[in-house]
């Protein structure tokens, strides 16, 4: 009986609303009950969220339909659940009972126009995999080709424009009842969640999607991408390339084909830098389960109906952002944040600069080494509390972007524990950070790196002269141990390049058979090195004398 009700329009609307107005009904009496926030009271409040979440899966599993997707998306939303929300909802997906086999067998022959028994010599009833909006079968063609079919479940676009009303009633009451409604944009939200669940309904685009990324990535010699047979797809239905293999994380597979865990890492990884760096499309779901291992070694990446696209704007402002940070441009930071449409228009923007330079000041100085835990404590709360106040919404990309990278971690720590992930960053960072590939644009990023206090000396100065009188010594000190500091960092830059310069000189003169210039070599090199001692013992006594 129970799952003949959730096909009915009004008990779904009912049931997603109630469960909704429930969940906050609960949190304004808590918040009401709980007026001194301490340990004790931090512990209920994460149990309420746990409990929360947890009936939210069980209302998704049971109901099926928009509830699945819209909590894969929220599992991706760090800024909009709390970490304990999002944890109950991970694996959510995997969840899905199959639909019986009946109704893809009718959806395959509406959407072929013919019997299955005209294109197939044999369909297993028993799907390989379901999801909430398909299930996915193993059929052999007449030529004995074995391919992969995924077929959209019964009535699945009926039930999610039912839920998208119903999401749509819970977004004005939370709009019209909370205060999350007057920071958020959730209009913009609701279209984004609308659109990004949409596009997945249509394996038409899914098609195209993988196509695309076969195209992207053609010169990943260790890469693959299975042929889509477009004659045999449809809006409905999409038939793929069966691949044989295993999941990149069975270990067990792996050393049965003399597969190097090592590799197949640095491979994936390699390939999840170039999408979540550079601008074009990326994976959005890159579990486990999407992505296969096959005896020769070869990645096979799977199900695109999830993507996100990192645009050149987006690249180029990402960027922009590090770079400020570099140079300690704030405003530059936080343009780039407007640009990527972090901040909405009521954001503090003096504010976010504000906790911006507070915190990488902090960073920088080495504060957090000072700090005792009550005070990191302070900190954090004082973050996360400006987080909620503020304005400041992710958008879908980023959010999927966010959500792949911390699943490609998670899967590259499966495979092989001791990867390095900044030794393998590094020569791409450089790539990413000099926004080409020339060796030109590299020594550009290391001329701005080492003229960072140079620049840094300006904004301090004009920092000191607009702030007033009341907090003069106190910047009279700190800008104090800043100017020597930044003068100790360019000497020490000096005579590095004056070793570099006697080192190059011994090794032209070794080459050269030159007995003169060898000479000249050691005595610059020596005098470079001798330098650096210096300067590095006279930065040591002055950072032991300024501690306090």
């Not at 009496?29 to 512990?43: A, G, L, M």
């Not at 379901?130 to 992969?148: E, F, K, M, P, Q």
Request: proline share 3%; aromatic share 12%; hydrophobic share 45%.
């Amino acid at each position: 009986m129970r799952s003949r009700l959730k096909y009915i329009s009004i008990y779904r609307i009912i049931v997603i609303v109630w469960m909704a107005v429930k969940f906050l009904l609960q949190i304004f009496w808590f918040q009401k009950k709980h007026r001194i926030w301490d340990q004790v009271t931090k512990r209920k409040w994460e149990e309420l969220l746990t409990k929360q979440a947890r009936e939210y899966r069980g209302t998704a599993i049971r109901l099926g339909g928009l509830l699945i997707k819209f909590g894969q998306f929220l599992s991706s939303r760090a800024d909009l659940l709390p970490r304990s929300f999002i944890k109950e909802l991970e694996g959510l997906v995997d969840q899905v009972e199959p639909v019986p086999f009946h109704y893809s067998k009718n959806i395959l022959e509406e959407e072929w126009g013919c019997s299955i028994d005209q294109l197939l010599q044999s369909l297993h009833e028993s799907p390989v995999a379901s999801a909430s909006i398909g299930d996915v079968y193993r059929a052999t063609l007449h030529d004995g080709t074995s391919v992969a079919i995924k077929v959209q479940r019964y009535r699945v676009r009926e039930i999610f424009n039912v839920d998208f009303r119903a999401l749509r009633i819970v977004f004005f009451i939370i709009g019209k009842c909370t205060r999350y409604g007057e920071k958020a944009d959730l209009p913009a939200l609701y279209k984004e969640v609308v659109t990004v669940i949409t596009n997945e309904l249509d394996f038409r685009l899914e098609l195209e999607n993988g196509n695309q990324f076969k195209r992207r990535f053609k010169d990943f010699p260790s890469v693959y991408t299975p042929y889509y047979y477009q004659e045999m797809s449809t809006e409905r239905v999409l038939t793929m390339e069966w691949i044989e293999g295993a999941k990149i994380t069975d270990k067990v597979f792996m050393k049965k084909h003399g597969i190097q865990p090592e590799k197949v890492a640095k491979t994936l990884f390699d390939l999840c830098v170039e999408q979540f760096l550079f601008s074009g499309m990326f994976h959005s779901d890159p579990h486990s389960g999407n992505l296969l291992i096959r005896p020769d070694g070869t990645l096979v990446v799977i199900d695109f109906g999830m993507v996100g696209e990192v645009k050149q704007t987006d690249a180029d402002s990402i960027r922009s952002m590090v770079q400020g940070f570099i140079l300690e441009d704030y405003d530059r930071v936080v343009g780039a944040l407007i640009e990527m449409d972090f901040l909405l228009a009521e954001a503090d923007i003096d504010r976010v600069k504000k906790i911006i330079k507070q915190t990488t000041d902090l960073y920088l100085d080495g504060g957090f080494g000072k700090l005792d835990a009550n005070k990191m404590n302070d900190i954090m709360d004082e973050l996360q509390g400006f987080i909620k106040e503020q304005p400041i919404q992710l958008p879908a990309d980023y959010a999927f972007l966010g959500r792949a990278t911390s699943i490609v971690v998670g899967v590259l720590t499966t495979i092989y524990p001791q990867v390095d992930l900044i030794d393998w960053g590094r020569p791409v960072l450089k790539r990413w950070m000099s926004g080409t590939g020339s060796h030109a644009s590299f020594y550009k990023e290391i001329i701005r790196e080492s003229a960072k206090p140079l620049l840094s000396l300006p904004r301090a100065i004009i920092q000191y002269l607009e702030d007033g009188n009341k907090q003069r010594e106190w910047q009279r000190s700190k800008l104090q141990k800043k100017f020597f500091h930044q003068f100790y960092l360019l000497y020490g830059l000096f005579t590095f390049l004056v070793m570099a310069a006697g080192s190059g000189m011994v090794v032209y003169a070794v080459v050269g058979s030159s007995s003169l210039l060898l000479m000249a070599g050691i005595v610059v090199g020596g005098i470079g090195i001798f330098g650096m001692l210096i300067v590095a013992i006279s930065h040591f006594r002055m950072i032991k004398k300024t501690k306090y």
